[in-house]
């Protein structure tokens, strides 16, 4: 497989659950990002990691909880979510972290928080 | 403060027609500009960027875009449109004042050619 791919591609789960998202990246980078992606918004960052350190978390509630065992993946550990919480949840990659490399994104993940 | 603006929520154009989405950004020192593309049930895919240098950056799938400096703008443009160019479009800004490495994004336009 190639590029970015996440699993589960669809995700409905109950305010009580707990549920991970999973990304991996086969394109030999070593930064990684999850966004939200909800409609009609800009998309907004939630966590960067750079050769699987954290380097940004943009004040997301402690519900939400990243893992980066290693440089090709990255988990987002899911728990008591809201409804607004809702939304497509977006992986992506790129060369190390440069202020001039683009992004690339897997398919993302449509969560349902009912 | 840091934002890009993409004031069309919808662009309309006929095949075959020249096509423009519009971006302009507002972000201290030098910023790096990029487009990407998101099919329906797809992530974002890179476009294009620009770094330095000339101000007409092409892309992929025949797309262009123009930095211009004076009126802090960047955009998207392509000669022809194909119904296979409807999709949403995002322009995105970083700087090195955007908070490390923070991509900002704009909201999004959404193309649509008609036939």
């Known amino acids: 497989e190639t590029g970015v791919t996440q699993t589960p591609r669809h995700l409905v789960m109950g305010m009580t659950n707990k549920k991970s998202l999973k990304c991996e990246q086969h394109?030999?980078?070593?930064?990684m990002y999850w966004y939200k992606q909800s409609a009609k918004k800009p998309l907004e960052l939630m966590f960067v990691?750079?050769?699987?350190?954290?380097?940004e978390n943009n004040s997301v509630p402690s519900r939400f909880s990243p893992e980066c065992p290693n440089s090709s993946h990255l988990f987002l550990h899911l728990h008591t979510l809201q409804p607004e919480d809702s939304a497509l949840y977006l992986c992506?990659?790129?060369?190390?972290?440069?202020?001039?490399?683009?992004?690339?994104f897997g398919p993302g993940t449509r969560l349902t928080v009912l | 403060a840091q934002s890009v603006a993409q004031p069309e929520d919808q662009v309309n154009v006929a095949e075959g027609n020249p096509l423009t989405v519009k971006c302009t950004y507002s972000?201290?020192?030098?910023?790096?500009l990029f487009w990407y593309v998101q099919y329906p049930n797809r992530g974002l895919q890179f476009l294009l960027k620009?770094?330095?240098?000339?101000?007409l950056v092409k892309g992929s799938y025949g797309f262009e875009a123009e930095f211009n400096k004076s009126q802090t703008s960047f955009h998207l443009k392509k000669p022809s449109a194909l119904v296979s160019d409807s999709a949403l479009y995002f322009c995105?800004?970083?700087?090195?004042?955007?908070?490390?490495?923070?991509?900002?994004f704009g909201a999004g336009t959404r193309l649509f050619v008609k036939a």
């Open positions: 992506a990659s790129s060369q190390p972290l440069q202020v001039s490399t683009e992004q690339f």
């Open positions: 394109l030999g980078h070593n930064a």
């Open positions: 990691y750079n050769f699987k350190e954290q380097t």
């Open positions: 972000v201290s020192g030098n910023p790096y």
């Open positions: 620009y770094i330095t240098g000339d101000n």
């Open positions: 995105a800004v970083r700087g090195l004042n955007t908070g490390g490495f923070k991509t900002i």
